[in-house]
Structures are given as C-alpha cells and as structure tokens.
C-alpha cells in the first residue's frame, strides 16, 4: 500500500567541498563588492583634512607626539592617520575577505582529499 520509493528524484552523488567553495566565492564577491562601496562612499563625502584647513598643521602635530609620547606615539599616529583613508579601508576589507576566502576553499580541498582517499 504505501509506496517504498519517495516521489522525488534522486539527487546526484555530492560533490565534496562544492558548498565551501560557493561560500568562498559568495565572501569574496560580496568583500570587494563592501571594498568598493566603502571606497565609493567615503570619497564621494570627502570633507576637507586639517592639513587642507591649516596647512602645517601635521608637522606641528607630529612634533608635539613626538614630544609626549616619543617615536612610538608618532608612529602609532601616523598608523591611525593611514587607517583613516578610504584606500586603506577597502584594501583591508579585500584582505579580511580574502582570507576567509581562503579558508574555506582550503576546508573544501581537504575534504575533497578525504573524500578520494575513502
């Protein structure tokens, strides 16, 4: 009476990793994608620098760093300074992406090994 089979079609034989390799993809597409807005925006609402304001303002400002914290404090501010730029911003965005990316086609390769090995 009751059928033995279920109606729907048997699925192909899984393809080991596939779904890792798609989030992969699906990462780095929408990394760049989030770089490239990131990038877009913030250059498209660029307001004017204190150095465009007051020109010579950085030196001054770099002296006094210098002066408070000593050249470990200049450089930790010229790091923030660098990490304020869009460019910087979006490269970041790329690398993180890229290396979750990574990751998971990583995982998806040694599951496909596995998998061969079985």
Do not use: K
Not at 43 to 66: C, D, V
Not at 70 to 89: D, I, K, S
Request: net charge positive; glycine share 8%; hydrophobic share 45%.
């Amino acid at each position: 009476m009751f059928p033995t089979r279920s109606r729907r079609p048997r699925r192909a034989q899984r393809v080991p990793g596939r779904r890792l390799r798609v989030i992969g993809v699906l990462i780095l597409i929408f990394g760049i994608s989030l770089a490239g807005l990131v990038y877009w925006l913030e250059t498209r609402a660029a307001h004017p620098t204190l150095e465009e304001l007051m020109p010579g303002s950085s030196q001054a400002n770099s002296r006094q760093m210098g002066i408070l914290y000593g050249h470990a404090g200049v450089v930790m501010w010229e790091w923030r300074e660098q990490l304020m730029r869009p460019r910087t911003q979006a490269g970041i965005i790329i690398a993180a992406a890229s290396i979750v990316a990574f990751g998971c086609f990583r995982v998806a390769w040694l599951d496909a090994e596995r998998a061969r090995e079985s």
